[in-house]
């Protein structure tokens, strides 16, 4: 089989293949290992990531404040729409009190008014005298002037007066002024004889009798009193107790009626009245909280998006200058789309990652256990309700995780699958219509599809379930703390506010759980990624040069292979075996032999694409172990099977690092190779961008870098099977000119069509890695070796 091939044609801008893919539910083997490194990585930032961190932290901090605050706004709020329950309590009581003391007082000067032993004997003796009692009432009279006599309670002297019919008990009375108001002996019997009727722990009825007193006794009863600086009358407090006298305590509508039919002296002091001061204040202070956070959130996503782009920028950078110094066995065990994605999609893993996963891990953590503190402090019954409830459905939501993993990583392995096959069957798709393939193809693919259908059906249903099971868990959390705080509120354990706070700490406990899962998951593939691009960077570099000669001046083009041997890194086969042979300066060197004799290897040693295990290679004398590997590439201009172009213009890939080239040398050099008369057939000559839009055959490519080869004017050529893609009449053009090109060079050619060397001074015929024949075309046929043996072959075919 033939050598591996060490160069190959980069892929065109826009394509790739499966190795491109993300590596989707992809762990990391060492997650805390790896974290490490990419820290390391980025320790020029760290100052920055604490900044960030810090602001993260303190922007949930501050976000926890607020539900304390709103529960002081709701129960400020709660406060003002009800009643002012207090101040009504004080009315009442101080309109009771004045009340209270009125009675006494009225009383006592009613006692007063009696007068002493002598006015009541003359008075008694008025009484006995008057024919308008009988004998019985009179003796009755006598024995209650002796109970008053013996008598010093007023409430004993006035049980004993109330016993007396009424005419007696008027002629014993005399007119009292109390506050003002003249009681008349008639308003003091009927006020004694109310009094004396009434249960004194019946105070609603009490406040209804007075209702029915004579005016001048509710006059000297209801006298003006002051509460918070407002002046209740007479009349106000006679009309506060006439509504609240029948009220039922326990009908809310009948209570809310009554008070807004108080009279207004006593309603603008009772009347609900929301502390706006109070409000505002609050309000005020969670705006300022709020816009805090938000300040210092936007600055640790601003840090953090700043930080993740350069490391991601830096990291880019380092891969591409790590691809330069890595040597190119690496390459023959590393796929390109491999290499491909470790510079996007891992690298934009580990941004994102760092963006999102850091910053709101820290966040998720603070606010889980913020919110779980500030609720225990808040209230621990409410806590356990809230915390029971709502690990009941995270139970549920990580039980459906579990399964789900499974059903993600087959749609990776999947998606992988199908997209290989689709790249592999569209390249190849001329041969697949040849050999009428489609309906193989077709049935292949019907199967991945269905794979690829099953796989991310479940993994999507599943995965859909997620945001229901958060919204029925943040919903269960919130029945569970309204059922249990509303309870509790009726018992007066909390406050309403409480309820209101409660609400926004569940969803504060349950939005972190699920951020947690996905930063978690999002420092796992972090890993994962990072686990490669380190593995790239940490590769094994070719050795440092920087002390070898980065030019070799007068170049005179000897090159010597002194006892070459080579094997392929990993392996234990050796492809060239004690390799010797001398190119004098000038000489066309041809190399032929069968697939895998080790023509190519041969070149690329020359090159010093790889590094060989014995022996050396000298230039002018010189090692090319002693030239850097830029002073060995600047030598020689490559013109290879495998051609390459890159999306630009005609021009642009003509003079491919080469300075200075006018337009006159690019055309001599188009036209030598026969491709000048197409590029001026071209929408824009020299100018037009290849792309997908213009087509180039397989020959006109090989054309293009032949023509950059001749351009380049390099002192040493190496030409692999350079014309292999071109017709025989293109081919003896760009013979002629390649002829030209190669005088005074000296030219190693690499050919399968050895009618194309015949000219060449020295043709070295390899077999299994060592020269089996060596010597010019003439020689090597007169000697009837191996070499005649293959040329006739060629021709054998042919006929």
């Known amino acids: 089989m033939e050598e591996p091939r060490t160069t190959s044609a980069p892929p065109r801008r826009g394509h790739g293949g499966p190795m491109g893919m993300a590596r989707g539910g992809e762990k990391a083997k060492d997650l805390i290992g790896t974290w490490k490194k990419l820290l390391g990585y980025c ?53 009771s009190q004045t009340l209270t003391d009125n009675l006494e007082a009225v009383t006592q000067a009613i006692s007063a008014g009696l007068g002493d032993q002598a006015q009541l004997t003359q008075k008694a003796g008025a009484v006995l005298a008057s024919p308008d009692f009988t004998p019985a009432e009179k003796q009755a009279f006598q024995e209650t002037l002796a109970g008053l006599a013996g008598a010093t309670d007023p409430s004993q002297q006035q049980a004993l007066l109330l016993a007396l019919p009424e005419g007696m008990l008027e002629a ?108 505002v204040g609050i309000g005020l202070f969670l705006v300022a909280l709020y816009a805090i956070s938000y300040v210092l959130s936007a600055v640790q996503g601003w840090i953090m998006a700043t930080i993740t782009q350069r490391v991601s920028k830096e990291m880019r950078s380092d891969i591409s200058h790590k691809i330069n110094r890595l040597p190119m066995w690496y390459y023959n065990r590393t796929t390109t789309g491999d290499v491909l994605s470790r510079v996007t999609n891992d690298v934009d893993t580990i941004g994102q990652s760092l963006n999102q996963s850091i910053g709101g891990l820290l966040s998720a953590v603070v606010l889980l256990l913020g919110s779980l503190v500030m609720m225990l402090l808040t209230n621990v019954w409410m806590t356990l309700t809230a915390v029971v409830a709502s690990l009941l459905g995270f139970a549920l939501m990580f039980a459906i995780m579990g399964k789900s993993q499974k059903y993600f990583r087959r749609q990776q392995k999947h998606l992988g699958q199908l997209n290989g096959h689709i790249e592999e069957i569209y ?13 193989h193809a077709q049935a292949q693919f019907d199967e991945m599809n269905a794979n690829l259908c099953s796989s ?23 029945v569970a703390v309204c059922v249990v705080g509303g309870a509790m509120a009726l018992n007066d354990a909390i406050s309403f506010g409480v309820i209101v706070a409660f609400m926004l700490y569940v969803r504060y406990f349950t939005q972190p759980l699920s951020q947690i899962a996905q930063a978690v998951q999002s420092l796992q593939s972090a890993a994962a990624a990072g686990e490669r691009v380190f593995e790239f960077l940490e590769a094994q570099e070719m050795e440092d040069e920087a002390g070898k000669p980065t030019a070799l001046p007068q170049v005179q083009g000897k090159v010597e292979f002194r006892h070459v041997t080579f094997g392929y890194e990993d392996t234990d086969t050796t492809v060239i075996h004690d390799f010797s042979a001398v190119a004098q300066p000038g000489q066309k060197i041809a190399i032929v032999g069968p697939t895998g004799a080790g023509k190519t290897t041969l070149v690329n040693l020359l090159m010093r694409f790889h590094e060989i295990q014995q022996g050396e290679i000298l230039i002018d004398g010189i090692s090319t172990k002693d030239l850097s590997r830029q002073a060995v590439h600047s030598l020689f201009c490559m013109v290879l099977q495998d051609t390459w172009l890159f999306e630009g213009t005609v021009r642009e890939n003509l003079v491919y690092c080469t300075p200075g080239v006018s337009d006159e040398t690019m055309e001599k050099a188009c036209k030598a190779v026969g491709l000048h008369h197409f590029i001026r057939t071209l929408p824009k000559g020299y100018d037009t961008i290849l792309n997908d839009q213009v087509s180039l055959s397989q020959g006109q490519k090989q054309q293009l870098t032949i023509a950059r080869a001749m ?69 090597l046929l007169q000697q009837g070796g191996f070499y005649a043996e293959l040329y006739n072959s060629q021709f054998e075919q042919v006929s």
Do not use: W
């Not at 809310?252 to 929301?274: E, F, G, H, M, Q």
């Not at 697949?432 to 489609?438: D, L, S, T």
């Not at 379930?465 to 919204?471: A, D, V």
């Open 43 to 95: 320790r020029r930032y760290r100052v920055a990531l604490v900044v960030a961190l810090l602001c993260a932290v303190l922007g949930t901090v501050l976000t926890l404040a607020g539900p304390d605050q709103l529960s002081d706004m709701t129960d400020t709020i709660t406060a003002g729409i009800a009643p002012d329950q207090a101040m009504l309590e004080a009315v009442t009581d101080t309109v």
């Open 456 to 478: 991310n059906f479940k993994a999507q249903c599943l995965s859909g379930l997620m945001m229901p099971i958060m919204s029925f868990i943040g919903n269960f959390g919130y």
């Open 427 to 439: 390249t190849g798709h001329t041969v697949v219509k040849a050999y009428n393939g489609e309906a």
């Open 711 to 779: 351009i380049a004017d390099k002192p040493m050529l190496i030409l692999d099977e350079a014309t292999s893609s071109v017709d025989t009449r293109t081919e003896q053009k760009i013979q002629a000119a390649m002829d030209q090109l190669m005088e005074h060079r000296t030219s190693f050619v690499i050919a399968h069509r050895l009618s194309t060397i015949k000219n060449a001074d020295l043709i070295l015929v390899l077999r299994e890695g060592d020269i089996v024949e060596s010597g010019t075309h003439d020689q």
């Open 172 to 279: 014993l009375l005399s007119p009292v002024t109390v506050h003002g108001v003249t009681l008349a002996p008639q308003d003091q019997v009927q006020l004694l004889t109310t009094l004396g009727q009434l249960d004194p722990e019946d105070p609603a009825a009490l406040a209804g009798a007075l209702t029915d007193l004579p005016a001048e006794a509710q006059a000297a009863l209801f006298t003006d009193v002051e509460v918070e600086g407002t002046t209740l009358s007479g009349a106000d407090q006679q009309a506060m107790l006439d509504l609240f006298t029948h009220l039922d305590g326990s009908d809310t509508n009948a209570l809310l009626a009554a008070i807004d039919s108080l009279p207004a002296s006593v309603y603008n002091l009772v009347k609900p009245s929301i502390d706006m001061d109070t409000v």
